[in-house]
């Protein structure tokens, strides 16, 4: 068996970032985005003010490309205006809020890096998180209220901070969960990774999500580009909520990404490469089966969130 021992690491401090504190899209600017307003986004806009009014969770599921499209501050605003009532996302989009909070950047140049090795092998954003996952796992708590409490607990290594989301969700009582797969994140590469404190604080993180998804009903999804680990998550979470016999059926399921499903309310069959996707099946159509309704819109993060956040704002304020 390899010695993850002899893995060589380096620091992450002088590192090239593509995204950094400089270059975040900024909500007070939102006017310079364009407006963009396709069939059924209005309806999701007023479902998720109904959800806000009746105090019903909205849950944002998200891949770590939200954070690569430099959206943090418009995750963090409206967690502030309580357009989001939980956070839920993959290990890598743990790692880059983590990497923006200590470093101010994030998203190395993998296709470089990866020729020699040196991919992901970065000393801080493996020991730091990893030493914050095993201290979680000791508290019995969840993996991304250990990021937040360490990040809390060593202030001076953390001066961006305030631009991570995860630790402005756990400043505002927000749940902000991670959900991962072993073997997926860089940090899995660091001597440092303990597997059992991983599925442990991940596992605490899967049973805070069921217990949102179990008050769903009257609520809202939103799943912003998790083409696997969100849709999966959230159908096991509904079906274990439906199962102790939470009433979870007039909910509201949105899917933002790039792919184009057309007519995504028909049936399709195993011979279309669509039916293989798992946003379309496991958020937009079988969640809704008995109540609510799905949405799919096909667009880029950087015109989709700002434009959520700009008309939710409108709203409110009209």
């Not at 790692?95 to 190395?108: C, K, P, Y």
């Not at 001076?156 to 927000?174: D, Q």
């Not at 079988?286 to 008309?311: A, C, E, Q, W």
Request: neutral net charge; hydrophobic residues 35%; proline residues 4%.
């Amino acid at each position: 068996m390899l010695d993850f021992n002899k893995i060589k690491t380096q620091s992450a401090f002088g590192r090239l970032n593509l995204v950094t504190a400089e270059n975040l899209l900024r909500p007070e600017k939102v006017s310079d985005i364009p407006d963009w307003d396709p069939p059924g986004f209005g309806e999701l806009i007023s479902r998720i003010l109904a959800a806000k009014k009746n105090k019903r969770p909205i849950i944002f599921s998200m891949g770590a490309h939200v954070i690569k499209n430099g959206l943090s501050l418009y995750l963090i605003e409206m967690m502030k205006n309580g357009f989001i009532t939980h956070v839920s996302s993959n290990g890598a989009g743990s790692i880059h809020d983590f990497e923006l909070a200590f470093l101010g950047g994030t998203s190395e140049d993998v296709p470089t890096a990866i020729e020699d090795g040196s991919f992901g092998m970065w000393e801080e954003t493996g020991l730091w998180m990893n030493d914050a996952i095993k201290a979680g796992a000791a508290k019995k708590i969840g993996y991304g209220e250990s990021l937040a409490e360490y990040i809390d607990a060593n202030q001076k290594k953390f001066p961006h901070k305030e631009i991570c989301v995860l630790y402005r969700a756990h400043k505002l009582g927000i749940p902000c969960t991670y959900h991962i797969a072993l073997g997926t994140d860089i940090i899995h590469q660091h001597p440092s990774a303990d597997f059992a404190a991983i599925g442990y604080t991940s596992g605490e993180d899967f049973k805070k999500m069921c217990e949102s998804v179990s008050q769903l009903d009257g609520g809202v999804f939103l799943n912003f580009g998790s083409a696997v680990i969100g849709p999966e998550v959230f159908l096991k979470a509904l079906s274990i909520s439906r199962n102790l016999g939470y009433k979870t059926f007039e909910i509201t399921t949105a899917n933002f990404d790039l792919i184009d499903l057309g007519d995504y309310t028909k049936k399709i069959g195993y011979d279309d490469p669509n039916c293989y996707y798992r946003p379309r099946k496991n958020i937009v159509n079988r969640p809704v089966s008995m109540g609510g309704r799905g949405f799919h819109f096909t667009v880029d993060h950087k015109i989709s969130i700002p434009n959520l956040y700009k008309k939710l704002k409108r709203e409110i304020n009209s």
